[in-house]
């Protein structure tokens, strides 16, 4: 137990889990939806491990980048349907049930995902079906595998293209035009397709998927402050909401002088200083960013 649960009351951040694995990599962590006999579709088991490691990872001030992927050969093919042979609890009708505990449990999903405070980065291949659609487009960023395949599956069963959050963030990464192409027909949209969209912003074999992502997360990691990198997600996220012109402007100026008054803005301030130059060259380490 380190000083912060000693001094702050904070849980443990142990990630036990076993339809996820987590892989800590220094500052990246590496999350891996772990089903691939059912190519990793969303089980309430799968989910509730993942939701809870999202709302855990949050105050872990040892994770600044999170790459998100899947065992196996597929991502996630949406919602596991031999969940819904489950009977529903006695003080509960089917309807109940979907509403309370189904749907909110998957939506779930995709809210943490957004109020988790580091950069989501997606190493993507193989199957997004529905559910998989949602959580693809809920990363912050995105690197494909030749492989990848994405299609609003609930179409082909009767229900709508949209769940998850879909349609709320699909049109504004590829437009609503190409948006409404991929939620009303639930044909499949392959990775070079989706990468010429603008869906995506690596394109590579599905070998490299994932050290792709990795590789990604690590130069932001080295190159950026953990609090102002997370600024900079809040401040993304609220330009998503429609949020005014003037109430971005605002929310960066808060940031900016929040993070200028962090140590790490101070050493990066001195760093910059052309006083300091000979000083930065013979001791690195002594300003690099490491504080929250």
Not at 212 to 234: S, Y
Request: proline share 4%.
């Amino acid at each position: 137990m380190s000083v912060y649960q000693e001094s702050y009351h904070l849980p443990v951040f142990e990630y036990d889990y076993e339809k996820l694995i987590i892989e800590k990599r220094g500052p990246v962590y590496v999350c891996k939806f772990n089903d691939a006999g059912n190519l990793n579709a969303m089980s309430y088991h799968q989910m509730a491990e993942f939701n809870d490691f999202l709302i855990k990872v949050r105050m872990d001030h040892e994770c600044r980048v999170i790459v998100l992927t899947g065992e196996g050969k597929s991502f996630c093919a949406g919602f596991n349907l031999n969940d819904l042979a489950l009977d529903p609890p006695e003080d509960m009708g089917r309807i109940q049930r979907d509403f309370y505990v189904m749907q909110r449990m998957c939506s779930d999903q995709i809210v943490n995902m957004r109020r988790c405070e580091q950069p989501i980065i997606g190493a993507l291949k193989g199957y997004a079906v529905g559910g998989g659609l949602s959580i693809s487009c809920a990363c912050d960023m995105r690197v494909l595998g030749e492989s990848f395949k994405m299609n609003a599956g609930y179409l082909s069963i009767g229900y709508t293209g949209t769940d998850m959050g879909g349609a709320f963030f699909l049109p504004k990464i590829v437009g609503y035009a190409r948006a409404a192409e991929i939620l009303m027909n639930p044909a499949r949209h392959d990775a070079k397709e989706l990468f010429d969209w603008g869906f995506a912003n690596r394109l590579v074999p599905d070998e490299d998927c994932l050290d792709t992502a990795i590789a990604l997360a690590e130069e932001i990691c080295a190159a950026t402050a953990p609090f102002g990198l997370r600024l900079t997600k809040e401040c993304l996220q609220a330009s998503l909401d429609g949020t005014s012109f003037e109430n971005v402007i605002r929310m960066e100026n808060r940031n900016q002088v929040l993070a200028s008054n962090t140590n790490d803005g101070i050493m990066g301030t001195l760093k910059m200083n052309p006083k300091n130059r000979e000083d930065v060259k013979a001791n690195p380490e002594k300003y690099s960013f490491r504080n929250m």
